[in-house]
């Protein structure tokens, strides 16, 4: 089975990216499944429903987010309305939407979506993740109830995402982390078959801070006064995410490789893909 994860979508350049590459994507590349995070869709900050259905009928299968998620003032109305829209699973019971829910690929298979936030140096502060992927991993084991489990752990230090990959190792086909915006080095196949990546980086414009038109952030650091607000940047965007193929008899990663496409950074799609 061969699934795409792509990392934080930012502003109209990322979102809109991934709106007209997604398609020729999925049937170039002959994909079973697709995961995007719009956390970052709205402007930077969040995601409308507009946006949300805007990538479910460019090709996307389930949209993830993280703690921008409530940034956009009708999330918290159309969050309960769609399965195919995450909030983290970790927030406390009683919060709109669902935090994972299992899914049909092209394929056929049952995939199990989880989406999980971090604790450390994120807000706002959630229950613990580690109990929150073990009572989904309990409720839905890979290969009695479904076909494959992935995670997107939406956090900030590598340290912990890392944690998170080792904990759940064996039992999921990816944990895949999202948040930072920086796509990095390490994707691999851990010990017991779970494809890892500490972030998928973004959907969005390079020539930026994470996104973000680069002056003001800039200015921050320097002067430690604001200025103005942070606003998207608007150059072209380079789609970020990764590529995996999981055993159809295991459920496990048998491949797994980086996806980037789009100018500044290094373009690559998975090999066994190409």
Known sequence: MRLLFLGDMVGKTGRTAVWERLPGLISDLKLDFVIVNGENAAGGFGITEDIFLETINAGADVVTTGNHVW?????????GRHEQFLRPANYPAGTPGRGSSVYYARNGARILVANIMGRVFMHPELDDPFNSAEAILSACPLKEQVDAVVFDFHAEATSEKQCFGH??????????????????ADCQ???????????????GDYDSSLGMDKEEPLNRFISKMPKGRFEAATGPATICGLGIEISDSSGLAEKIAPLRIGPRLQETVPPFWA
């Not at 190792?169 to 796509?183: I, K, N």
């Not at 196949?189 to 959907?203: P, Q, R, V, W």
């Open 189 to 203: 196949i851990l010990n017991g078959g779970t494809g890892y990546m500490s972030d998928a980086g973004m959907c």
């Open 71 to 79: 940034d956009q003032k009708d999330a918290v109305g159309f969050a």
């Open 167 to 184: 904990f759940v190792d064996g039992r999921a086909s990816l944990v895949v982390g999202t948040h930072t915006h920086v796509p990095t």
